[in-house]
């Protein structure tokens, strides 16, 4: 018997949806009759596809060789997805997808291909802290042979709908021929602190709001590995409507690393510029 109050429904929406058992929840009241002070709240919910099978096939854009920092590429690939879910009765989900991508650059390259094996849970430790635990395999083609496989292991923190904290252990193992005629080995080990808040209407078609995000990498140190570096990047979005028609953008985007041992590789610099890009 307690007061109708809207923000309290949606909150309760919000609340049921990042349980992870539902791909959908609606709340809705009905009144009893005009003269009757009493409302019923109804929630619908649609549960996850214990079995999900995607395949697609198209143009589409692919990471650089030359890491996160670099412009992506525009390839011809074949993408495909398998998932499980609410396994054990549980919200946990495990996902295989992997693609074979054709790099569209000056001439066409060998295959690219990716595959990565994730188990999701949105609860650990008791608390209602989102984990991710993936394995992963890159092999590049594009300008230099660079195959990256490794271990990631991702704690999400959420504070509503627009405030993310996350924070990730990275142990990879990169086999290249860049920087090195001969085929090098090396290991990276990488603590990734990253937080995003955004105001933004429409992630799709966005017209008006901001979007803000933070990103430190502190890779080797006390985590081991063959590289010692930090790196930071920031990047803030801010969309304006005019006349609601027209959509006016604009970005700035900031980078900085500190090397603390040894060079740093060709792959963990900053780029700008290529074939996706205006200046």
Do not use: C
């Not at 693609?99 to 595959?115: R, Y």
């Not at 890159?138 to 504070?159: C, H, M, N, P």
């Not at 609601?244 to 980078?255: E, H, K, L, Q, S």
């Amino acid at each position: 018997n307690d007061i109708y109050n809207i923000e309290k429904v949606e909150e309760s929406e919000t609340r049921i949806f990042s349980y992870g058992l539902f791909s959908s929840v609606e709340i809705f009241s009905t009144y009893y009759s005009d003269f009757s002070a009493q409302v019923d709240v109804i929630i619908k919910v649609r549960e996850f596809d214990l079995k999900n099978l995607e395949a697609e096939f198209g143009f589409g854009q692919v990471p650089s060789s030359k890491g996160a920092g670099a412009p992506p590429l525009t390839a011809i690939q074949l993408y495909g997805k398998w998932q499980i879910g609410n396994i054990f009765n549980t919200s946990n989900r495990l996902g295989i997808q992997g693609n074979i991508s054709l790099i569209l650059e000056e001439k066409l390259s060998l295959p690219q291909k990716h595959i990565s094996v994730s188990w999701y849970s949105p609860w650990s430790f008791g608390l209602k802290l989102p984990i991710n635990f993936s394995y992963y395999y890159r092999k590049f083609a594009d300008e230099d042979i660079i195959t990256r496989q490794g271990i990631k292991a991702s704690l999400v923190y959420k504070y509503g709908e627009d405030y993310k904290f996350i924070g990730s252990l990275v142990l990879e193992d990169i086999k290249a021929t860049v920087d090195n005629p001969d085929f090098n080995r090396e290991q990276e080990r990488t603590l990734q602190l990253v937080y995003q808040q955004h105001e933004i209407n429409n992630f799709i078609f966005p017209s008006t709001g901001y979007y803000f995000s933070t990103d430190v990498s502190l890779n080797g140190l006390i985590l081991g590995g063959e590289r010692h570096y930090l790196k930071f990047i920031s990047e803030y979005k801010r969309y304006h409507s005019f006349l609601n028609t027209f959509v006016f953008a604009n970005r700035i985007m900031v980078g900085y690393i500190k090397v603390m041992k040894d060079e740093l590789p060709s792959y963990s610099k900053f780029y700008l510029g290529g074939a996706t890009s205006l200046r």
